[in-house]
């Protein structure tokens, strides 16, 4: 690389999660999976006739509808087939519900193919229920409190393979190692309940401000994340002098939380990340990480805090 045109990496700028598709894939505007039902949605405070779910197209307003589920056959067991009517019958704007061919799990769709947005999320009582993002929603968890993101490759290891001939004299084989995935140490300055529940797969209540910690009967949710960096020209920078950011995808991940201490002074969150290769509904081998790198429009065209 040459000095005069080179970028220099700075700081975290901003983070932004989500959990995948219930099949592990991640969700795209033409393709977001929820469960496969039953779902039960016979639970305390929940209003059959009225059950809302929560619809964004990238920084818009969200549109929120009521599902009408009084037709199921069950409350507590309603069918694939009786949500997709439910939610196609409330007639959300550019979306379509349907039984995903492949996977038999509830799907929605942008109908806009001609300008579809970058992002929908997907949230709110019915999309949980029905297990969008593993039951915590197609929503990004963003944050820009987070104080590093530091991840070193997971190797398989090359092996020497050897037999010696009578004479003496050696044959090798030495096979190729490969990457694995990766293993990324978070570092959060604030309290983030929310994403200590996307990362443990506990349950964070927001109208209660309770969190509960996971039991060993509740499963891991695998997630997405999008981390942003800064970037600066040679010498020296004032701080506005940016000239770019980079885009860092961490496909599949799954994540625990680390040690905290409660001493006197601040105490920072601590998560440990590890991410593998990720593999496409097309059964594609994609690695588990992406780099892209963005111009301060393209990035401030990503509207982070408003998507």
């Known amino acids: ?3 005069s045109s080179a970028k220099y990496s700075f700081g975290l700028s901003f983070a932004r999660f989500m959990a995948l598709n219930g099949d592990l894939t991640l969700p795209g505007v033409f393709r977001m999976l929820g469960g496969i039902g039953p779902f039960d ?65 509830v799907k929605l769709e942008c109908t806009d193919t001609e300008t579809p947005p970058t992002y929908i999320q997907v949230y709110n009582t019915a999309a949980l229920i029905a297990g969008f993002g593993h039951g915590y929603g197609l929503k990004f968890i963003k944050s820009d409190t987070i104080k590093s993101i530091g991840d070193a490759p997971t190797q398989k290891d ?29 570092v959060d300055t604030a ?24 039991t060993s009967q509740d499963s891991k949710v695998y997630f997405m994340c999008e981390a942003f960096y800064k970037q600066y020209a040679e010498g020296s ?22 040690d905290k201490s409660h001493e006197r002074g601040f105490a920072d969150g601590n998560y ?8 496409d509904e ?13 111009t301060v429009e393209e990035y401030e065209a990503l509207d982070l805090y408003n998507v």
């Open 1 to 3: 690389m040459i000095r």
């Open 41 to 105: 949605f016979s639970g305390a405070g929940i209003t059959i006739g009225a059950v809302p779910i929560t619809i964004k197209f990238d920084n818009g307003t969200p549109e929120v509808l009521s599902l009408n589920l009084s037709g199921a056959s069950s409350p507590a067991a309603v069918t694939v087939a009786e949500l997709v009517e439910a939610i196609n019958t409330a007639t959300p704007t550019d979306i379509l519900a349907s039984t995903d061919t492949d996977t038999g799990r």
């Open 158 to 186: 090359e092996e020497t393979f050897t037999t010696t001939d009578a004479s003496g004299i050696d044959v090798e084989v030495i096979s190729d190692g490969y990457r694995k995935g990766f293993e990324a140490s978070v």
């Open 191 to 214: 309290e983030d309940w929310e994403l200590l529940a996307l990362i443990e797969g506990g349950v964070y209540d927001e109208t209660a401000k309770t969190y509960e910690v996971p």
């Open 237 to 258: 920078n004032k701080e506005a002098d940016l000239v770019g950011y980079v885009k860092k995808l961490y496909r599949t991940c799954k994540g625990s939380p680390g």
């Open 272 to 279: 440990t990340i590890k991410g593998t290769s990720y593999k």
């Open 282 to 294: 097309d059964d594609v081998m994609w690695g588990d990480t992406q780099l892209t790198s963005l």
